[in-house]
């Protein structure tokens, strides 16, 4: 069955770097995009990064020139990149697949992506701290 784990999150200073990684099982690549997301306490979840099968790629402004959104060994393992961490971006970080191509994210508010990718990952929280 289709399954997502996330791993490598923590505590680190604003300013410094983190790499997630989100083992990929039981999911084959398609058209639909993979992505990783993130939810604040008291916020809604909200998208970061999302990458196809051909290589393209979407960023959240919040996150543009800061976060590299990749995949490993034949999409076993998708990573963010993420450096010059801000305090802001402290929160759960998700991955997700199963959900729409590329072409029709929208990095947008007061969209329910739970509702829209199919398969998430149980989270890894990420704090950063000043």
């Known amino acids: 069955r289709a399954q997502l784990m996330e791993s490598g999150g923590g505590s680190v200073q604003s300013g410094g770097s983190l790499r997630l990684s989100c083992r990929v099982s039981g999911i084959t690549p398609s058209k639909f995009a993979m992505g990783w997301f993130r939810q604040a306490p008291g916020q809604d979840r909200e998208g970061v990064a999302a990458?196809?099968?051909?290589?393209?790629?979407k960023y959240a402004d919040s996150v543009k020139g800061r976060f590299t959104i990749s995949q490993h060994s034949a999409w076993r393992t998708l990573y963010p990149q993420m450096d010059n961490l801000k305090r802001e971006d402290t929160a759960v970080y998700y991955c997700a697949a199963d959900g729409v191509p590329l072409k029709d994210i929208r990095w947008k508010p007061n969209i329910r992506w739970e509702s829209i990718f199919g398969v998430w990952g149980q989270g890894t929280q990420v704090t950063v701290s000043s």
């Open positions: 990458l196809d099968v051909d290589g393209g790629t």
